[in-house]
């Protein structure tokens, strides 16, 4: 069945880069798409940005200038890359397969 | 960007009792997604396509809607109800999910 699983620090320091992995299983990526979706804590949900099957990306304008996602179609595995991280970045990170089946998401605390 | 507006921010409801949770679009969309969540849980895709149950959402929810106007309606409402509601466009870029609706038992 369909399942993804993200993973990454749990804690990263004000300006630095924050680096997470959704790795998937039960489906390819080059034939979905993977989003992103952050929560900050007591927060609604936030469109972060996704790649698609073919390759491309689309990214939430408000972050754009900071973010990356990419991915390994071998390993099954979607990367976030996130630099110049502040304090309001703290939240948990959701990887979906279409805005459609969810991981468990991981929570990311961004403090000294 | 789309903002959503949901309304209303917050609402009890007595079991049995028909909800009705509403999203506004700052611009005319194509569909709507809803989605629940639950306390400590990762968000549930609900209802796709503005009217379409996901799997195994009881037939006791229902979606409509069109251009900047959708709601999430519930016939009756019951105790495993209890969750906050997001809708979510997917017509332009970026997504945009409202603020969520928190529902909860009276």
């Known amino acids: 069945q369909v399942q993804l699983k993200e993973s990454g620090p749990g804690l990263v320091q004000p300006s630095q880069t924050l680096s997470l992995t959704c790795t998937v299983s039960?489906?390819?990526?080059?034939?979905?798409?993977v989003h992103w979706v952050r929560q900050p804590p007591g927060k609604g949900l936030e469109w972060v940005g996704a790649?698609?099957?073919?390759?491309?990306?689309d990214y939430n304008s408000a972050l754009k200038s900071r973010l990356s996602i990419s991915r390994d179609t071998s390993k099954s595995q979607v990367f976030l890359k996130m630099n110049s991280l502040q304090t309001e970045d703290t939240a948990i990170y959701f990887c979906t397969r279409w805005v459609r089946d969810w991981g468990q998401g991981v929570m990311v605390t961004v403090s000294s | 960007e789309i903002v959503l507006t949901q309304s209303p921010t917050t609402m009890a409801a007595s079991p049995g009792e028909k909800v009705t949770l509403n999203c506004l679009a700052s611009s005319s969309v194509s569909y709507m997604n809803w989605y629940q969540q639950k306390s400590g849980a990762s968000p549930k895709l609900w209802i796709y396509g503005t009217s379409n149950l996901a799997s195994g959402v009881p037939n006791r929810f229902s979606g409509s809607g069109s251009g900047t106007s959708y709601s999430l309606t519930i016939s009756s409402m019951e105790a495993e109800d209890v969750a906050t509601y997001y809708c979510?466009?997917?017509?332009?870029?970026?997504?945009?999910f409202g603020a969520g609706t928190k529902l909860e038992l009276k």
């Open positions: 979510l466009q997917l017509s332009s870029y970026p997504y945009t």
């Open positions: 790649i698609w099957s073919g390759g491309s990306t």
């Open positions: 039960g489906f390819s990526l080059t034939s979905n798409s």
